[in-house]
Nanobody, 119 residues
Framework: QVQLVESGGGLVQAGGSLRLACTSS????????TGWFRQAPGREREFVAA????????SYADCARGRFAISRDNAKNTVYLQMNSLQPEDTGDYYC????????????WGQGTQVTVSS
């Protein structure tokens, strides 16, 4: 069973930066699209950003656009989420997930990494 493992979370002050990483133990799909999601305490999980296999196609939620950048290194089976200008409202558990390029459903999920932004 292929596993996705997130890392890079932690505690940071408002205005700071973190880089999250999502490393896969193998290939989930032939050319997967990888997404980052987050869930704040008491709130539903929300989409943050996604990147296709080639890295040439990215999408961002309004909350991330202009502050976050998603990228991938397929040689390392890793997708990154660079988060800048972090604010307390960015606090939450961040998850990565993979889906087939032709599907709308993310089928492989990691266990999450916690991000806490203090004011």
């Amino acid at each position: 069973q292929v596993q996705l493992v997130e890392s890079g979370g932690g505690l940071v002050q408002a205005g700071g930066s973190l880089r999250l990483a999502c490393t896969s133990s193998g290939r989930t799909f032939s050319r997967p699209t990888t997404g980052w999601f987050r869930q704040a305490p008491g709130r539903e999980r929300e989409f943050v950003a996604a990147i296709n296999w080639s890295g040439g196609g990215t999408s961002y939620a309004d909350c991330a656009r202009g502050r976050f950048a998603i990228s991938r290194d397929n040689a390392k089976n890793t997708v990154y989420l660079q988060m800048n200008s972090l604010q307390p409202e960015d606090t939450g558990d961040y998850y990565c997930a993979d889906k087939a390029s032709s599907s709308d459903k993310y089928s492989y999920w990691g266990q999450g990494t916690q991000v806490t932004v203090s004011s």
